[in-house]
């Protein structure tokens, strides 16, 4: 054992091979975070391309074909290439260091599930020069239009979701490996921070669903290349299916992008409220049920698409009950800050702007879970604006709210504080310019995934694309403000911010390479 | 050494070149198999696509296989502490989970089929009013036998599933006897792992020997009952939603009884090769594990694609 001992404090290896070969989770972290600021950026490109082609009525800059590839590479890039591997990034830097463990549990693994994923992307992006064009038929790729009317790229497409799932599913099995089995002593689940406890279910999660989006697209691909009727009624079969498989994975998908993101907010409003989280059981009975609840609501993605009555009451019913937990947890950051004194950091900036703006999300979530309000909303920008909501100011922007906090942790360096303020007014003002209008063009009927629309649309249209090139170019200063915190700045001690509790905090900033070898003093272990 | 107590050192590995690598043969192995498909429905040639796909698998196979090869020589130079052991009894646990999930996708969409989209293209419940425009003759019984068009989708002259509750009809009925193959193999690859425990190596090989001819056994007489649906009973892929999930699921299956068998002829040349200790040996749990997952799968199918 004592051969083995040595390997474990020696520095990161020089050069490209560092990042190829490691397996190291802090190397790890830095590179699913990087690769999802990648994506980030390039889905927000093609976010661009739709906001310019929507500034006026009319076709100007695009073909409606090429729009639908926008609409669609825009949706997949930014929720299996930006937010998930965010998250994913996020767990392996922190995790370890949260629960006291020298690494991931399964440190080759855990390089392997990062490094499939850039071959994915190259794969689904390779289809953008390729003559049949990228897949057009949107990110929720419904049969029949992403089997019989699907370009044959769409080939590819289902090769790299079949990527995606496997990294998304050797990366949770890692996760929670690590949880269960990898916490110093005195580290009880009960005393794990709750990011820890929300990837753990997130994970879990992850397992159950990615398989089941991987049967979904391995039966596009027998419809389309073996002649199989699984989403073709001639032959028996119904497109509807398609859209049950699909939402059976989609709606704890939403749910797997919104998690961790209560996690990180936890984290980050009691340390600037200086207050302990005011119920942390209650956050982690909130999160299992909302999990348990995301494998029964999936349906109300599809209340027009002709199910019995009796369907439609039971999704309906089943999704407002998940405004239960989800309002618990929003009275809890609530009541956390209710009399702290409170200081706010960018970090916190976000956190808090998370929870007013999640919030909102949250309320047009309930008016679309009425189901014959739905009739009317169903593919309106109204359901834009919704999932919107809760995906940019919600989860996208925790994943900011964790960068700046964790940041110091990482480099060893503060951030610029006014960059990062000036980075969070403009996304703030910029997300709702964005996506507030898109409510009323919604209200109003204006469809989804159209590239040209009816005059009286335009004025918000202006206003919407305005506030989407705002937002666009903010995000330009979180990759400046990286660069400069990662090159330099004011030495971070290791507590960082006063109020923050917990064992990523003991450690030097920035952390060593190697963290926990030996398990932590488990006096340094408190209740959340 | 300055770790307290109980808690032993947690081996991390070094940097690893096999991810990488098998990164790059994954992404061959599929982008060229894309193209394959891709080729063939465009009815070009596919050789450059085939020779990458091949290519591909050839380095992912190469690249697993040395993969596996550390993990035993790990564990054999004595790396792996108590706790090293459970991530990977963890990880299998999870791994077998997520497959579950994957034949559970398929299940569903069986049960979907059965019991709303046939009964409504026939007519049938709340949404029968799109069947009695589209196809009124179309008649909603399982297993489809007459296909809603049949001129898209031929239909099977046949179907496969259990018609006749006779001991004779289960005496031919080859399906019937890959059961019994199935669940034997569960109980001798049981064996195996009691005569691991006690120390008994003979009784482990020959046990496990066993348990991978019924394998075998099983992935024969699924060939030939395929061959049967494809020359007599019309049954195909593409011959309508009965043969779609009659394929799927049972094609899935016998993939998987072929990693399966794989796994254990592994384990067994393992197993000749001298390795496992009667308390050290989750590398052929971990397969025992899988082949039970496959037993289990194929007694879902067995009930409802065959008997149901």
Redesign the interface.
Known sequence: ??A??D??HHGP?KGL??W?????HKDIGSLYLWFSFAMFLLGGTFAMVIRAELFQPGLQLVEPNFFNQMTTMHGLVMVFGAVMPAFVGLANWLIPMMIG???M?????N??SF??LP??F??LSSTLFMDAGAPNFGWTFYAPLSTTYAP?TV??F??AI??MGASS?MG???I???V???RA?GMTLMKMPLFVWTWLITAYLL??????L???V??M??DI??????F???????P??FQ??FW?FGHPEVYIMILPAFGIVSAIIPTFARKRLFGYDSMVYATASIAFLSFIVWAHHMFTV?M??AGELFFMYATMLIAVPTGVKVFNWVATMFRGSMTFETPMLFAIAFVVLFTMGGFTGLMLAITPADFQYHDTYFVVAHFHYVLVPGAIFSIMAATYYWLPKWTGHMYDERLGKLHFWLSFIGVNVLFFPQHFLGLAGMPRRIPDYALQFADFNWISSIGGFLFGASQLILLVVVIKCVKGGKKATPQVWEGAQGLEWTLDSPAPY?TF???PDPKLIHAQ | MASTGSHETYYVPDQTKLPFFASIGLFLTVFGLGNVLNDIQASESTAVATWMSLFGFTLLSFILFQWFSTVIRENHAGLNSDQLKRSYVWGMAWFIFSEVMFFAAFFGALYYVRNFSVPWIGGLGDKGITGEILWPEFEAVWPVINNPDSQIFTSPHEALNVHEWSVSFFASFLPFWNTVILLTSSVTVHFAHTALKAGNRKGLISWLSLTVALGVLFLVLQAMEYIEAYDHYGLTLDSGIYGSTFFLLTGFHGFHVTLGTFMLVVMLTRALKGHFKPDDHFGFEAASWYWHFVDVVWVGLFIFVYLL
């Open positions: 054992m004592s083995s001992h390997d474990h290896a091979t560092r190829l070969y490691t397996t190291n463990a020298p690494d549990a399964l440190p080759r693994m390089n392997w490094w499939i071959f994915a190259a794969m044959s080939t590819f289902i090769f079949h990527i599913i949770s099995i890692n929670i490996a690590t269960l089995n990898m002593p397992i159950a669903v990615m398989p089941v991987a049967g979904v391995t039966m691909l027998f290349h073996f002649g199989t009727s699984f073709n009624a001639a032959g028996g079969g119904d509807v299916l049950h498989v059976f002709g019995p009555i190697h070898a030996t398990p």
